[in-house]
T-cell receptor, first 112, second 115 residues
Framework: KQEVTQIPAALSVPEGENLVLNCSFT??????LQWFRQDPGKGLTSLLL?????REQTSGRLNASLDKSSGRSTLYIAASQPGDSATYLC???????????FGTGTSLTVIP | EAGVAQSPRYKIIEKRQSVAFWCNPI?????LYWYQQILGQGPKLLIQ????????DSQLPKDRFSAERLKGVDSTLKIQPAKLEDSAVYLC?????????????FGDGTRLSIL
């Protein structure tokens, strides 16, 4: 069974700082890895999807990397803003794609 | 493009009562998912539909939970009877395909409180 872990569980940084969120998974036989953002009382918004053949994906101030062999992914947020405050979750499907496993998330607070 | 629509947004019921949630996926999305998200945890898949057929319901508590997707579009998730541990946010998501290589798009969820 796939287990997905996210560290740290919570993070508080001053505005403007660069930061890294971590995601690790136990089964490296994955199709892809997806990073989501969840605002309080809201559903999940997809940020980035990295295919298993890729090493990284970028969208604006966000950069996600994937190292299948070590079972790790990082989400890098540059020049953080208060609007980035949210919970960030990573998710991986297993081959067959029927089951998405989510991490427990990292709650990020960016202080103005 | 309209997103995934869910209703109601909030529901409060007493234990042993029944409740139903509704989801309308993004137009053209063949795959629909129901997730349960307990406070402080990541979402857990309850059931996955491909068109109107069930692909995976291995984590659905079938003694009390049921779901259907008539005509391969809208879906309903029902709980009967509800237990205290069912208090959670129920999220619906859809994707173009179910092979795992397609991004999932989520609705805002239904927050269920059991008294």
């Amino acid at each position: 069974k796939q287990e997905v872990t996210q560290i740290p569980a919570a993070l508080s940084v001053p505005e403007g700082e660069n930061l890294v969120l971590n995601c690790s998974f136990t089964d490296s036989a994955i199709y892809n890895l997806q990073w989501f953002r969840q605002d309080p009382g809201k559903g999940l918004t997809s940020l980035l999807l990295i295919q298993s053949s890729q090493r990284e994906q970028t969208s604006g101030r966000l950069n996600a990397s994937l190292d299948k062999s070590s079972g790790r992914s990082t989400l890098y947020i540059a020049a953080s803003q208060p609007g980035d405050s949210a919970t960030y979750l990573c998710a991986v499907p297993l081959p067959g794609g029927n089951q998405f496993y989510f991490g427990t998330g990292t709650s990020l607070t960016v202080i103005p | 493009e309209a997103g995934v629509a869910q209703s109601p947004r909030y529901k409060i019921i007493e234990k042993r009562q029944s409740v139903a949630f509704w989801c309308n996926p993004i137009s053209g999305h063949a795959t629909l998912y129901w997730y349960q998200q307990i406070l402080g945890q990541g979402p857990k898949l309850l059931i996955q539909f491909q068109n109107n057929g069930v692909v995976d319901d291995s984590q659905l508590p079938k003694d009390r939970f049921s779901a259907e997707r008539l005509k391969g579009v809208d879906s309903t998730l029902k709980i009967q009877p509800a237990k205290l541990e069912d208090s959670a946010v129920y999220l619906c998501a859809s994707s173009l395909g179910g092979e795992g290589n397609q991004p999932q798009h989520f609705g805002d969820g239904t927050r269920l409180s059991i008294l």
